[in-house]
């Protein structure tokens, strides 16, 4: 009999869906990988750096924590990319075990009422409040904001974190896996995200077009990584930049090319940490007419 007990508790194994959702640029991001432990979604200080949802698995002996970070949402969008965007941001409702609420101090309480609405619909799951960046935010106004959220929505858990400094995210690591579901796991353990090495560079190279450019360039722009060669000594990597129009690439360009051997030599250096491997990288611009725009450019984007 206690031996049959025993074998029973070794066989519990939980798993689930843990789906970050919130406004841009409040650090779903930093806290999925700060969760993780791995420097996995790409995180900038502008707004709408997130695209896609992206998957980050976390697993141990008894569990398997598949993390969501996904776009924020946007309240008004304006072209066919973000309309995608937001559908991803919607889907990340449908397929939640946990649902993971972040906000910092941003226009907080304003035109909150569509997230609220739909975050009342599922109420049959755990859903959390993650306030964020506590460690800029003075005591009363953290009391505040919690204060608000928590008189419009019945939050299973409420945490004040800060993902960059990693505090209160063990806390919060904990509190997820007593709401795990039992379950097998979804993913082999030794998986780390759905997503390829391929897609991480595009997106490390789209990094830091966001943080080098301005105004509305870095949101028109895509990367594409379209070769990736380990070779003994180097590994050999061409990536395609996809602009919308031809004065945006002489601006990704730069004089006599100054700017685009910045843009390569800063992400080879995080490529090759990324990747543990010595790098050899090429870049080139190429213009493709309202891409944002159109569902098929979209979908050879990888944009489903
Ligand atoms: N001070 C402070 N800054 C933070 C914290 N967490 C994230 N940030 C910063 O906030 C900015 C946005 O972080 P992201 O993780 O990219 O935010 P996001 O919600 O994923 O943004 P989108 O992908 O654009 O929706 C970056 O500059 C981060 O360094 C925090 O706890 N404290
Ligand atoms: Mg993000």
Redesign the pocket.
Known sequence: MRIFILTDLEEKHQSGFVNIIGRPNVG??TLMNALLGEKM???TNKPQ??RRRILGILSGEQFQIIFS?S??IIQEPSYQLQKKMNAYYRSSFEDADILVYVTDDQEAFANEDQVIEKMKKYDKIPRYFILNKIDKLPDRRQNEIIDWWTSQIDFTEVCKISALEKKGTDVLLDKIKTHLPEGPAYFPKDQLSDMSERFFIGEIIRAHILELYHQELPYSSEVVCTEFKVEEKITRIRAEIYVERRSQKGIIIGKGGQAIKELGTLSRLEIEKFLDAKVFLELYVKVKDKWRQNDLELKRFGYH
């Open positions: 779903k991001s979604s790409v995180i750096t997130t970070d776009p924020g």
